[in-house]
T-cell receptor, first 114, second 112 residues
Framework: EAGVAQSPRYKIIEKRQSVAFWCNPI?????LYWYQQILGQGPKLLIQ????????DSQLPKDRFSAERLKGVDSTLKIQPAKLEDSAVYLC????????????FGSGTQLSVL | QQQVKQSPQSLIVQKGGISIINCAYE??????FPWYQQFPGKGPALLIA?????SEKKEGRFTISFNKSAKQFSLHIMDSQPGDSATYFC???????????FGTGTRLKVLA
């Protein structure tokens, strides 16, 4: 079974630039999450999708972050404009709907904002 | 109330020893408590999970102990091995929302 795919693996940008991350969840997984993991901290939920609808985006800084999940499969997370404090690993995770609660994580995109 | 507090921040254990990581929560609506293991450059992977209707769950060398009244749960790694060296995260979620709240992580190093 293929895992959660994320790209790019690394990204270095200047502050105020924009950046986009891509995630392809495991086939058939209806729920998709984007997490932000700052060095030395636990993952922090940014947004949760169920199919192509947003379930929770209460911790997404909507003035600069946006995310979409077209057709309920792939998802993109965008930051515009980036700030120094956005430097982190951005993790995508997916889960089978219904009673299965196991989260499958991708390897993440490591973002450095200079 | 949505926080999950994890300790210690780091832990060094001799090979063959027992590693113990603790977590505490406040929200009594949490009903699913997983532990994730993360190696450098990789995403977290589910290690073991427990629901509050049992006080202990064991899978191989890994055991979760759960104390509902104290709102605490812990991970015990028996016969710790150098390959167990990783960062461990506890988490909690509520059925229905499946919104996972993660602890701050424990960096475990097992000395050979």
């Amino acid at each position: 079974e293929a895992g959660v795919a994320q790209s790019p693996r690394y990204k270095i940008i200047e502050k105020r630039q924009s950046v986009a991350f891509w995630c392809n969840p495991i086939s058939g997984h209806a729920t998709l999450y984007w997490y932000q993991q700052i060095l030395g901290q636990g993952p922090k939920l940014l947004i949760q999708f169920q199919n192509n609808g947003v379930v929770d985006d209460s911790q997404l800084p909507k003035d600069r972050f946006s995310a979409e999940r077209l057709k309920g499969v792939d998802s993109t997370l965008k930051i515009q404009p980036a700030k120094l404090e956005d430097s982190a690993v951005y993790l995508c995770a997916s889960r089978v709907q219904a009673t299965n609660e196991k989260l499958f994580f991708g390897s993440g995109t490591q973002l450095s904002v200079l | 109330q949505q926080q999950v507090k994890q300790s210690p921040q780091s832990l060094i254990v001799q090979k063959g020893g027992i590693s113990i990581i603790n977590c505490a929560y406040e929200n009594t609506a949490f009903d699913y408590f997983p532990w994730y293991q993360q190696f450098p450059g990789k995403g977290p992977a589910l290690l073991i999970a427990i629901r509050p209707d049992v006080s202990e769950k064991k899978e191989g060398r890994f055991t979760i102990s759960f104390n509902k009244s104290a709102k605490q749960f812990s991970l015990h790694i028996m016969d710790s091995q150098p390959g167990d060296s990783a960062t461990y995260f506890c988490a909690a979620s509520t059925s229905g929302t499946y919104k996972y709240i993660f602890g701050t992580g424990t960096r475990l190093k097992v000395l050979a």
